[in-house]
């Protein structure tokens, strides 16, 4: 059963820590999407990856969020420093080919004190 | 501008009752999709739906998509607890991404 995984599943840290989330898309699936959600913003694109190739990161606050994909199987988004506006919680989506069906992982509940 | 509107928003109904969903998108797309997220969950494909005309269902859910009039519906069938969730659609009208709609809160009441 082909699965987007997400690590950690929870994360509490304190304002001005490093965060890093990681995201293991489904094995063949080319397209990869960080979302960011929110109760007052909702859903919110934050980077987009084609066969790992950085193709979209104009949601993302430049200064302080990045995005990678070092290899086929692993996607990163690094916070650093993080800031209590950053809670929220973090989805990692993949998708066969642009524009198609998007399969999200389970998400990272991010908590900034 | 790309957009998806969904109506409404917040939808509070009694169990047994039948009501829709709607989804208006602005682009030529011939592609639409639903999906489902439970509180505190992560979201779930519901329906996939590809061309004009498209009818999708299952179980008490059904989708449906008229691409000339940019409209998608999800129809709730005698409803049930179990379907209290937020429901949201997405438009493939951009070339990489999918444009989303705000998602619609339904909460069926026993």
């Known amino acids: 059963d082909a699965r987007v995984t997400q690590t950690p599943r929870d994360k509490v840290t304190e304002m001005g820590q490093e965060v890093t989330m990681r995201c293991q898309p489904i094995?063949?699936?080319?397209?990869v999407f960080w979302y960011r959600q929110t109760m007052m913003q909702g859903l919110e694109l934050l980077a987009y990856f084609r066969n790992r190739a950085p193709l979209d990161d104009s949601g993302m606050p430049k200064d302080r969020f990045s995005a990678e994909m070092p290899d086929a199987t692993l996607a990163t988004l690094k916070i650093q420093p993080s800031e209590p506006r950053d809670s929220a919680v973090y989805f990692c989506a993949s998708g066969k080919t642009s524009g198609t069906e998007q399969f999200f992982g389970p998400g990272t509940r991010l908590t900034v004190l | 501008e790309l957009k998806v509107e969904q109506n409404p928003l917040f939808l509070s109904m009694q169990e047994g009752k039948n009501y829709t969903i709607y989804c208006n998108y602005s682009t030529t797309s011939d592609r639409l999709y639903w999906y489902r997220q439970d509180p505190g969950k992560s979201l779930e494909s519901l329906f996939v739906l590809l061309s004009n005309g498209a009818v999708k269902q299952e179980g008490r859910l059904m989708a449906s998509l008229d691409t000339k009039a940019r409209l998608s519906t999800l129809h709730i069938t005698a409803a049930v607890h179990d379907l209290s969730a937020t429901y949201f659609c997405?438009?493939?009208?951009?070339?990489?991404?999918?444009?989303w709609g705000a998602g619609t809160k339904l909460i069926i009441k026993p």
């Open positions: 094995l063949g699936h080319n397209t």
């Open positions: 997405a438009d493939s009208g951009s070339n990489y991404q999918l444009i």
